[in-house]
């Protein structure tokens, strides 16, 4: 880290909360010559999570022994985002095209702070949508049979990636594959969730006469739509609202939710305990 | 419903949607000499839902004969409110005040087109308030062995009451007594149906992790917090908010959603269909 | 009108209130053999305005002359939207791409029931995202010197064309050109009217230090950002929210909200009346 | 501050942005003894606002001394929040009830952390409720001719006073009453500032058409409805709204919003500047 040119680094750190870490992690960077820029702090049944943004242009001495050394004092988690180096981002897709186009275009109006790498889809058709950004397509086809084989083949174009982004991939990741990628793949679910888990949930929605509709992200972990929450929004729906309304309105929610999700990931905001997340907006 | 000598009544049709049943009845209003002031009309998946508020005062003829007639060939119900009878409500509590304060508040405000007869608690805690607002109060303790007792003196001061709130009571009513008052029992649930249903939504939603709460306004029915719902609203969460937080947020939208529910009901805009709703509003 | 094959027409009126005109109205729909699919109903300070969608796959005889004569009588407008003949509209735009790529998106979708018929802007830059959806591009630059011409230029485009939508189109139509298309232009302004009129809306609500900031969806008239509102929406911000933080929120706003307005116009559901409108939603 | 027995303090210090306060705040915190409970910072045009919650149980020295000296070197403001004090709050009201039960009903339930001293009206009418809360009401009429005596009453009664709450009080405070208390008076204006200033703004909104209505609490300045907004929630209206109908559907809005103004206030959650409000939620 030391000798980093410019701008602006994050650090995130969680752990038990132990009296006087604060002040010594205020301590470390002002020794290091780092400045605050930016501080926020959340304590919660007896664990602290930190996020901290410094001016990393003019650090005298590098900052990670000394974090690494209070990490072992106080039993606490920690990460950099270094200043020079923006989060490496995959898009998994199938047939709907409404988050990839949102995704995309927000990363043109740089409200996402990323590098969107390959978009990758078990079905050939939102290839041109691809194409007109200029983002590598793979086409990744799946059956039951050659589910292995597929993740095989995803596993490697993915390699170097830090974010998995399931924008309505409509396949349910392997275990194995999750187990890779921990708090690093983001689901869109098309609920509020816990409500309607599982498979069309707007038609359960619709069914059950709700009044509101809702989105959820999240990161994806072993259990189907059980992992921890990021965003989630709602809007408001009436008798008049057929299960088509219902997805035409969910659109608008899921790209929000989704996108909001990525942008607080990727900006590193994001702190995760307990199934639960810290998201410091 | 001949001679009425002023304002507005209200009809609610409902069933099978048929050709020319529409202008049937707008015949038939002609007919007896009442101006349709307001017409909603809903249809979907093979019924139709209307509501029509009508100037009775100046009917040349009884609309109920005819609407008999009409409901007979066309297998429809139909329901009358005449414009000069409001209807009798009973609000049933237990110790939590919030939603009792702003019933009666909103009553006296106007905002609510009842009468509130009286209002009945398990415990004592809030007769001052009920005598605050000039409402009968009446104390029925229930435990488990008294509880047949207790709702037979329920259904007694529940005589010639025309809808019961459930402002936070916090017991089960049973299915006779439910059986009683079909769509005429309205319940505030404190989370956002059907995610958390039964005990302690709050804590269920902190430790879910979600980033919206939700409250819940519905029909009793037989299940416990399943009847068809009748309005519900959300509002955003974050990790920063405990389950105390949550609870104090919730304490808004428990009384927004359940006076609505309230308002929509007294001025005739629910009808019930197949476990869900349909509001004009 | 008589001798359409299927589908839906959409009937809209407006007038003084005259008592028994409802009933009229239902009577000449039934002996022309309409039935009624769904109908809205809005009476205000003496006027009355209705939307009757009625099934006219079997008019058994023309509506317009009995509609002519019933409005003489009652002194009011009318117009039928034939189910056979989609709204024809031009998007015009100048450099921001996020309102064109979300109409034509909705459009792909099926959310927008017309046809886009011509991208007009007085730059070049959007060419390509016009060409991505087939769609044909007009550019036509303008300069003070030049706007009459271009003016002209532009009324010849917009011939046939039955709605106009201003999607961040940054040029002052002159009132002539307005009054060519009357509450058939719809503009989007960037503010929640009439707060922050004219420019730069987001920089004075960041220093007025606003905590909501919102988007609003007009017909255009001669005066500016003074036109009927069709849709408003907000969303929340806080010190934290820089300009750009307000641009970038907003622009979730702005599709959203133009989106509406465009949708519900197409759909033949928005009247205006007083320098208001009622949207039968 | 030396001494003090138990709980939580809190420090607020705002001023221009230096390298390196940011860690000889914590340091200065940590040699006093203080542990952070929670830290918020916020940094935006050269200028910095930190909001610091300390346990000040085991305070070895007191901070003040090294606060102040800290303030000289960096031009900074500050202020601490002793545990031991809760604010004590005047609530000014006209006839309208529906502020005063909300802020009344809110600090029963623990919503509100201060000490609710007296309210005050120039009018008798809502006496009672006062009364039913236990609070003593002080009835100070004003005309034209009175005001300097009636503010002058007022003064008195304001005497040890932390903040005056304008709940629905119908007159305008003179400069010097205002100048007596700088952001100690909280406001709520019955729209989405700065739309619809002044007297009426339900009528202004109805008769503009609006379709969404807002409310907005702030610090009263000597310009009218021009002082910091702390807060602004708005809700969605339509056509089928009467100035009536926005009345109802404000007063919850402005409830909320109020209460929200006065909860931050008390938790020392505000910082001022430039006409804009830091709120660390």
Same mark, same amino acid.
């Given at each position: @880290?030391?000798?980093?040119?410019?701008?602006? +680094?994050?650090?995130?750190?969680?752990?038990?909360?132990?009296? +006087?870490?604060?002040?010594?992690?205020?301590?470390?960077?002002?020794?290091? +010559?780092?400045?605050?820029?930016?501080?926020? $702090?959340?304590?919660?049944?007896?664990?602290?999570?930190?996020?901290?943004?410094?001016?990393?242009? &003019?650090?005298?001495?590098?900052?990670?022994?000394?974090?690494?050394?209070?990490?072992?004092?106080?039993? @606490?988690?920690?990460? %950099?985002?270094?200043?020079?180096?923006?989060?490496?981002?995959?898009?998994?897709?199938?047939?709907?095209?409404?988050?990839? &186009?949102?995704?995309?275009?927000?990363?043109?109006?740089?409200?996402?702070?990323?590098?969107?790498?390959?978009?990758?889809?078990?079905?050939?058709?939102?290839?041109?949508?691809?194409?007109?950004?200029?983002?590598?397509? $793979?086409?990744?086809?799946?059956?039951?049979?050659?589910?292995?084989?597929?993740?095989?083949?995803?596993?490697?174009?993915?390699?170097?990636?830090?974010?998995?982004?399931?924008?309505? &991939?409509?396949?349910?990741?392997?275990?194995?594959?999750?187990?890779?990628?921990?708090?690093?793949?983001?689901?869109? $679910?098309?609920?509020?969730?816990?409500?309607?888990?599982?498979?069309?949930?707007?038609?359960?929605?619709?069914?059950?006469?709700?009044?509101? %509709?809702?989105?959820?992200?999240? &990161?994806?972990?072993?259990?189907?739509?059980?992992?921890?929450?990021?965003?989630?929004?709602?809007?408001?729906?009436? !008798?008049?609202?057929?299960?088509?309304?219902?997805?035409?309105?969910?659109?608008?929610?899921?790209?929000?939710?989704?996108?909001?999700?990525?942008?607080? !990931?990727?900006?590193?905001?994001?702190?995760?305990?307990?199934?639960?997340?810290?998201?410091?907006?």
């Amino acid at each position: @880290m030391g000798g980093i040119a410019s701008a602006v +680094g994050t650090l995130l750190v969680q752990g038990p909360h132990h009296k +006087g870490f604060v002040s010594s992690l205020a301590q470390l960077l002002a020794s290091a +010559g780092a400045t605050v820029v930016d501080s926020s $702090h959340h304590a919660e049944a007896g664990m602290f999570f930190q996020r901290i943004r410094f001016d990393a242009s &003019y650090l005298e001495r590098d900052l990670e022994p000394g974090l690494e050394a209070l990490a072992r004092r106080h039993d @606490m988690r920690w990460r %950099i985002a270094p200043p020079d180096r923006v989060k490496r981002v995959a898009i998994l897709v199938s047939k709907q095209e409404h988050c990839l &186009y949102d995704l995309l275009l927000r990363h043109r109006a740089g409200e996402l702070a990323c590098a969107v790498e390959l978009v990758i889809s078990n079905h050939p058709d939102l290839a041109p949508i691809a194409e007109h950004f200029g983002v590598p397509f $793979h086409h990744l086809p799946i059956t039951a049979a050659t589910k292995p084989m597929q993740e095989a083949a995803l596993l490697r174009l993915l390699d170097d990636i830090d974010l998995v982004v399931l924008a309505r &991939y409509m396949q349910i990741l392997s275990p194995e594959l999750v187990a890779r990628f921990p708090e690093r793949i983001i689901n869109i $679910h098309h609920s509020f969730l816990p409500a309607f888990v599982g498979a069309s949930p707007y038609r359960q929605a619709h069914e059950r006469g709700v009044k509101v %509709i809702g989105a959820t992200s999240h &990161y994806v972990t072993a259990e189907l739509d059980q992992g921890p929450i990021i965003d989630q929004d709602t809007i408001r729906c009436t !008798h008049r609202d057929s299960v088509e309304d219902l997805v035409r309105k969910g659109r608008d929610l899921e790209k929000r939710v989704l996108a909001a999700a990525v942008r607080w !990931h990727v900006d590193d905001r994001v702190l995760s305990h307990g199934g639960k997340t810290v998201v410091f907006d």
